[in-house]
């Protein structure tokens, strides 16, 4: 949750601020939580007859996202530090503001659709990055149709998005720089070889925050699609927003379009909120995926709405050898509240490129639909790496093909030069309290003979499968697993056999961020 620095009570002009507010992303706190200049800025707000903060009642009004966002944008409150709760959802973020803030217009940008403003991006924020020792400072994007190439944002920075202010990818390539592939990949994931930059881009940041009054980052991607489904790329498709080996990441208020690839990728990141974001492609578009936190840690998803032509959310790890090489694994993701809906792919996916491991993974109060899959759980020979310690409760299904899949016969390799003998780890998986309507398969959990999927866990689940759907509601094999509460009835492969359930099974209880045992 959100909340801005800790002070105490202040006054403006005489006027008293301290009521209760309510703010977008927690519950109610009073008004004393506030800086003095945003404090001043409510009682401002109050002033010119927006409902802000009801001392009448200690609380807003829902409608006041509108206003705090406006609030927002004026303040530039983008520093964050943590505070550690249950889960990384629960982070309390302290935000302070930016004392500096430009419009792209001064750098002579046109927002017409047509005129290309690369450039008028780059210089703002290599204008911007001489105030990183000076507090920080704010890009501001006003409504239009902004169409630009990549270019790289910088550390103690705030990219916001106003109303109406659409960011547009360029369709043309050769906007768009070529780049290595990452090292725990090795090549690019549509060919070999180097890669286009992403549209929006971090490198070794601190402190950066991608934010607006929902505001749009529109990809144009159907170009791309073509060229990727017509084996005419030249090499593997850029993503809209990439963070690379930053820390302390926010991506919130905004709506993403059509993405060539990945719409949001923290590779190499630690503490990385995605919050409040609405983010959609074509139901056709080819593996195109929402979110997609790679080799990260520290990270929390929430209040989000995806409906993509692949994976909704994949939490990866890189790919064979270099995965394993690289060793990052991304560990202590937290999701929760979250509407997905997947084409082709599944709503939430792990994997398959998990070579250097995902786990102490915490999924709660979540809505699939409408999807292929539901969770799928992918890897290969050849992989390594691990799946464990993951915890999924609350969940919601309708209408959907494959309500459950754990696989270890899925996925390419890079190259020739991974190691067959690498074999994955899949342990300790916990699906609790779970509702499906519509569901054509309940389960396939298909293991791999030399190293088969153990600990998987379910726990009051209850799943309505459609009329004619297959005489076996569940597909099992080279798996071990304990169930209760389970309907259609699990395999036998998950009936008690394990001989201890309660030290195998992942409870949903946290104990300082870390799963405990039932």
């Known amino acids: 949750m959100l909340i801005i620095s800790t002070y105490t009570k202040y006054t ?4 008293p601020c301290f009521c209760g507010c309510f703010i977008p992303f927690v519950s109610s706190f009073p008004c004393s939580f506030f800086s003095p200049s945003l404090c001043c800025c409510f009682v401002l707000f109050r002033c010119l007859g927006f409902t802000v903060c009801d001392c009448s009642q200690g609380f807003c009004p829902m409608k006041m996202l509108v206003a705090l966002l406006l609030l927002l944008a004026f303040s530039n409150a983008v520093k964050m530090k943590g505070e550690e709760n249950d889960g990384q959802c629960d982070y309390k973020l302290t935000l302070e503001p930016r004392p500096h803030s430009v419009s792209i217009l001064e750098f002579g940008a046109v927002g017409d659709g047509k005129t ?22 704010q890009l501001y994007v006003p409504p239009g149709r902004w169409l630009t190439g990549c270019f790289n944002l910088t550390s103690h920075l705030t990219l916001f998005l106003e109303k109406g202010a659409v960011i547009l990818g360029s369709q043309d390539p050769s906007h768009w720089e070529v780049v290595e592939p990452l090292p725990s990949y090795g090549r690019g994931m549509d060919l070999p070889g180097g890669r286009y930059r992403s549209l929006i881009n971090g490198y070794m940041l601190h402190d950066v925050v991608i934010t607006g009054d929902n505001g749009t980052i529109n990809g144009q991607g159907l170009v791309w699609w073509d060229w990727y489904s017509g084996h005419s790329l030249n090499y593997s498709r850029p993503h809209l927003v990439e963070f690379i080996a930053s820390e302390y990441v926010v991506v919130s208020n905004l709506t993403f379009l059509n993405a060539p690839a990945y719409n949001i990728h923290p590779v190499y990141c630690s503490n990385v909120y995605v919050l409040n974001v609405s983010i959609s492609s074509s139901p056709g578009s080819p593996y195109t995926l929402g979110v997609v936190p790679d080799s990260s840690d520290n990270v929390c998803i929430e209040d989000c709405i995806i409906d993509m032509g692949y994976d909704a959310i994949a939490l990866k790890s890189g790919w064979d050898e270099y995965g394993i090489a690289y060793g990052r694994p991304t560990t202590n993701v937290h999701i929760r509240k979250v509407h997905l809906k997947s084409y082709s792919g599944s709503s939430l996916a792990f ?3 998990m ?9 709660e109060q979540v809505h699939l639909y409408n999807s292929f899959s539901g969770i799928e759980f992918r890897t290969t020979k050849g992989r390594g790496g691990y799946i464990k310690r993951i915890i999924i409760s609350g969940v919601e299904m309708e209408n959907i093909y494959l309500g459950f899949a754990a696989t270890g016969q899925c996925g390419s390799h890079p190259d020739n030069n991974y190691d067959p003998n690498a074999l994955p780890v899949l342990d300790q998986m916990t699906l609790k309290d779970v509702i499906g309507t519509n569901i054509t398969i309940a ?5 791999i003979e030399e190293s088969p999927f153990t600990s998987i866990c379910l726990f009051n689940v209850s799943l309505s499968i459609s009329s004619g759907s297959p005489t076996s509601s569940w597909v099992c094999s080279n798996v071990c697993g304990f169930s209760e509460s389970v309907l259609p009835e699990a395999c036998p492969d998950l009936q008690s056999s394990i001989p201890n359930p309660s030290s195998a099974c992942l409870s949903f209880l946290h104990v300082n961020g870390k799963a405990a045992y039932l």
């Open 355 to 363: 070579s250097g491991g995902i786990s102490d993974v915490h999924v």
């Open 12 to 15: 403006c002009r005489e006027l």
């Open 116 to 137: 290309l403003n690369t450039l008028a991006f780059r210089n703002a924020i290599f204008y911007l990055k001489s105030f990183a020792d000076k507090g920080g400072a």
């Open 443 to 447: 389960g396939s959990f298909t293991g």
């Open 351 to 353: 994997g398959s490129e």
